[in-house]
């Protein structure tokens, strides 16, 4: 089983530079399977979600041919079926966008429901309800989503909640079905845009991705399309997040600072210098942070996906602070681990009540999702004395490369696969 070890302590300082955005990527994948011209991504992350996802492709017929780390082309001329296997949807969620993907453009998706998470509870109700509308017929048949139309068209849906993967998926059907289609109460977030502008580089006619109203004039078929994906917000502001916790200095770069600017606006307001550049943000701290309050919304508000980092920031800061967590109903689970490092949160419902502490001290603990796992590698890089995090797997779906980018900026950090590694590890600092 694979371990980060980690030394805290150090303050993190020089350069990194983020990656392509991986809720982004995972859209743009399914959605290239939309038309049988040749794909070009560029930007791709190399992480384990998008691997997954592009498997589950290779597997109904999708050619997958990788031109660098992360170029890869993508001919989907010969799709020999519309069912994904189940153990795709057991490794990740995302692959239920090949749903939005295939009915689009062949009028059949089967894919099996995707699997309950640790960070509460995702329905797909509002996914169901838009393939409906635009004339689907869905339904659950041994633990797959069957949905089939002969032909899909236009209509005006209103989503009951808004939800980053179902406005996706529906805008993904509507965008190849005849006629006009009107979505809203709708996400907003960064790779929703980035969606939409993949699909419009392929003729799709899609006006509105980014605001509260998409507007959708479906087209009888999609082209080929070089195209590169933005910048992963959520990567950016992780490190963000550790350069402030650790009392560094860090240029973060290859970023949209605007995608940014609600963690900026909360790193300032703690205390913490925050220069912005046209496509880097210089994150610097020193001394004990101030305490605030933070409620998770969706963009541009504070990112649930920033929330479990943001927390463990202010579990050092000097007072209490709280974080509410308005999107998921259970991404606390964290806190346990956090505790055993000597953080002191009190979670109340969807509330987490904090007491800064002076500093934290290392432990062995276990990251119990993606983001989490993130923020509890922030701890151990600020805790007194050695972190060791287990069940890393989850960091590793949505961070590339994260532990030598760490390295690069001054972590005593590695990743263990054997006692020998960590012995050397122990052995090392100590001399
Ligand atoms: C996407 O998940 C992201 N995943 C999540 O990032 C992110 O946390 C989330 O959006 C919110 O920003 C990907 O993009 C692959 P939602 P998604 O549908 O689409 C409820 C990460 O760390 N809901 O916006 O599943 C749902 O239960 C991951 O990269 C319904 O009730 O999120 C949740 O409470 C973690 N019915 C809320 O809406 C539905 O049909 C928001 O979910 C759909 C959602």
């Keep these: 089983m694979e371990k980060y070890a980690i030394k805290g302590g150090t303050p993190l300082h020089g350069e990194v530079e983020i990656g392509g955005a991986k809720n982004a990527a995972l859209a743009i994948l399914a959605a290239a399977v939309m038309t049988d011209e040749p794909v070009i991504i560029d930007n791709m992350p190399d992480v384990r979600d998008t691997n997954v996802l592009m498997q589950a492709m290779e597997s109904i017929g999708v050619k997958i041919e ?39 453009k062949c009028g059949r998706a ?23 509308a635009l004339g689907a017929v869905v339904r659950i048949e041994h633990g797959s989503i069957v949905a089939e139309a002969d032909c899909l068209h236009g209509n005006h849906i209103f989503m009951d909640k808004v ?52 507007r959708i004039q479906g087209v009888s078929r999609l082209h080929g399309t070089e195209y590169t994906i933005i910048p992963d917000q959520i990567e950016a502001g992780t490190f963000m997040m550790a350069a402030a916790a650790t009392k560094g200095d860090v240029l973060v770069k290859n970023v949209i600072p605007k995608h940014l600017e609600c963690i900026t606006a909360k790193l300032v307001e703690i205390g913490c210098r925050v ?15 101030n305490t605030t309050q933070v409620k998770t919304l969706p963009y541009p508000g504070f990112p649930t996906d920033m929330q479990p980092q943001m927390t463990v920031l202010l579990g050092t800061a000097s007072g209490t602070s709280i974080v509410t967590e308005s999107i998921f109903d259970n991404r606390f689970k964290y806190v346990d681990e956090l505790a055993r490092m000597g953080g002191c949160i009190k979670v109340e419902g969807n509330t987490a009540i904090i007491t800064g502490v002076e500093k934290y001290s290392g432990a062995t603990i276990t990251a119990p999702d993606l983001r989490a796992g993130a923020a509890l590698v922030i ?4 805790a007194e004395g050695e972190t060791i995090i287990d069940d890393i797997k989850y960091v590793e779906r949505g961070y590339e490369d994260f532990e030598k980018k ?26």
């Design 110 to 132: 089967e894919v099996p429901l995707p699997g309950g998470c640790n960070i509460g509870i995702r329905a797909i109700d509002q996914h169901l309800k838009g393939f409906r």
């Design 406 to 431: 760490l390295q690069g900026l001054g972590a005593n950090m590695i990743k263990v696969t054997s006692d020998h590694d960590l012995n050397m590890f122990r052995l090392k600092v100590v001399m």
């Design 66 to 104: 990788h031109l660098g780390r992360h170029t890869i082309k993508l001919d989907s001329s010969n799709l020999k079926d519309s069912v994904i296997d189940d153990e795709y949807m057991k490794k990740i969620r995302a692959s239920y966008y090949m749903i939005g993907a295939l009915l689009g």
């Design 275 to 289: 220069i912005e550049y046209d496509d880097a943000v210089r994150v610097s701290a020193s001394g004990v942070l």
């Design 379 to 382: 701890a151990g890089l600020v």
């Design 163 to 214: 939800s980053v993967g179902a406005t996706i998926n529906v805008m993904m059907a509507a965008c190849m079905s005849s006629g006009k289609t009107i979505i809203e109460n709708v996400a907003k977030e960064p790779h929703v845009v980035d969606l939409a502008n993949f699909l419009n580089s392929m003729g799709a006619n899609i006006k509105g991705a980014g605001t509260d109203v998409i």
